[in-house]
């Protein structure tokens, strides 16, 4: 008898299928019959499946071989959305797109992206990401990761900063909080940044992520009234008093920024109350308000404000509470550093292999000479060769178009 037992997926039986979860948010459903394929098989625990009669390495082998199979079929607990599951084996590499992997631009600040989610919906998303999002979505492994990281640190041999900066809320990345604690460990890693909007965290969550010494959360923090709130996060359940207590409560165990997004009617009236509340807190975080820019692939809610007129509300603001409402080139210490080498420049011409759909519908992810390329206007067919012209290569972030 073999029982394989794994952290990152628990198992539930309904009916005649097994409901399998990876990372808590992520789902797929497996037929009782494939199972039974392999052998007369039965749920252990909630993270433990036993095959009877077989060894644990044809057991493993053969459940890995069918796991990869459904996790084509993986959705988003959250959206239902198809979600892509990316580790060394499935032939992904983690450069070449800016919606997961790792985005190294060249400076001292690596970006690191593990997922893609949110539970909320902000009108002001720049990506249009949330709980109405349609889009595809991605989840690489912890491990993998780390290794692809390692390697580029190894390359660079500089003190640097590790962003997790994802397409959605970070910490709905089941492994987030170890992914910090392995960053945390890492000689060349001075800082660790994570842009969240608070609402998973909670008191005991901020205590054990404060004894990573080199963390810095980037919170947001839109409004103080509960309904103007609710409106910008875009849900209703969104509770903007338990976003203030973690503000205040992180302030005090870690370096915390937090960054408002002024959007023009919506919340003008609330950037009074938001210094108001940070003026009340025993340590206040560095505050720096934003100014909502619109995007091509954001939730456009309205107009931007002009920067004159954004400045002068800054000045007025500034002198009225005596206190510094922008972020300074000194909060994020960015520093050019050497680039990685970039196998493809723009115009070469490319054979790559489709891998899996692209975040955006019609459009796919083909891999070559150890990148991914986006390539839009293709039909997804798993492992087919294509022709392509690179159009865009800037920072090792690659489109291409077929030919
Ligand atoms: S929390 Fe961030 S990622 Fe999520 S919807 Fe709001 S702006 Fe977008």
Redesign the pocket.
Known sequence: MAQLTFETLSFREKDDIIVVTLLRLFTTEIPKEELEKIAPFFVVDTHTISFEKLDEEKAHTKFAFLLEKYFQKLTNKLTGNHVTYINKASGIPLIGNVAFGIVYRGSSIIEIKPVTS?N???V??S?S??LSSKKNDFVVEMEYMLEELDTILTFVKEPLEIHIGV???PFLYADVDLLIEKLQEKKLVHTISIDT?GTLLNKERIDRLAKCDKLQLNL?LDAIDVDVAKKI??VKSYNVEHVKEMIGYASQKLKVIVAPVLTMGYNEDQMDKIIQFFKSLPKQPILGIQNFLRYKTGRNPGKEMSWEKFYALLDKLEKKHDITLRLKKEDFNIRKIKPLPKPMEKGDVVTAVIKCQDRFPHSVIAVAKGRNISVPGVKFVKEKKIKVEIVRAKHNVFTGKVI
């Open positions: 949110c909320l919906d902000c002001y998303c990506i990401e949330g397409q959605g809320e909007n947001s996060a875009g």
